[in-house]
């Protein structure tokens, strides 16, 4: 069994900064890709940025420059750094783990809202 529980979303001013934590806990396999994506209301849920364990790493053109994804394997842990945030990047932000290695072995969090407004 696997748990992926995300922290950090809030209410944040159009310029601010917000940093959200994903833990993943349970039977993990080493070779995976952590990652955050996020849904909007009435959208589809989006990849936002994606990191492997040897490092890897995948942006969302929208957020380049300004979002940077960082992990600590040893804790199973993915970071996500949102600087310079915009109203269009209000959504709920979900983490997701997934084995590189086995294609059916992907985890998700329950979510974390994140409100850009004045």
């Known amino acids: 069994q696997v748990q992926v529980v995300e922290s950090g979303g809030g209410l944040v001013q159009p310029g601010g900064s917000l940093r959200l934590s994903c833990a993943a806990s349970?039977?993990?396999?080493?070779?995976?890709?952590m990652g955050w994506y996020r849904q909007a209301p009435g959208k589809e849920r989006e990849l936002v940025a994606t990191?492997?364990?040897?490092?890897?790493?995948n942006y969302a053109d929208s957020v380049k420059g300004r979002f940077t994804i960082s992990r600590d394997n040893a804790k199973n842990t993915a970071y996500l750094q949102m600087n310079s945030l915009l109203p269009e990047d209000t959504a709920v932000y979900f983490c997701?783990?997934?084995?590189?290695?086995?294609?059916?072995?992907?985890?998700w969090g329950q979510g974390t809202q994140v409100t850009v407004s004045s």
């Open positions: 997701n783990i997934a084995s590189l290695v086995i294609g059916d072995w992907s985890y």
């Open positions: 349970g039977n993990i396999f080493s070779v995976n890709r």
């Open positions: 990191m492997t364990s040897g490092g890897r790493t």
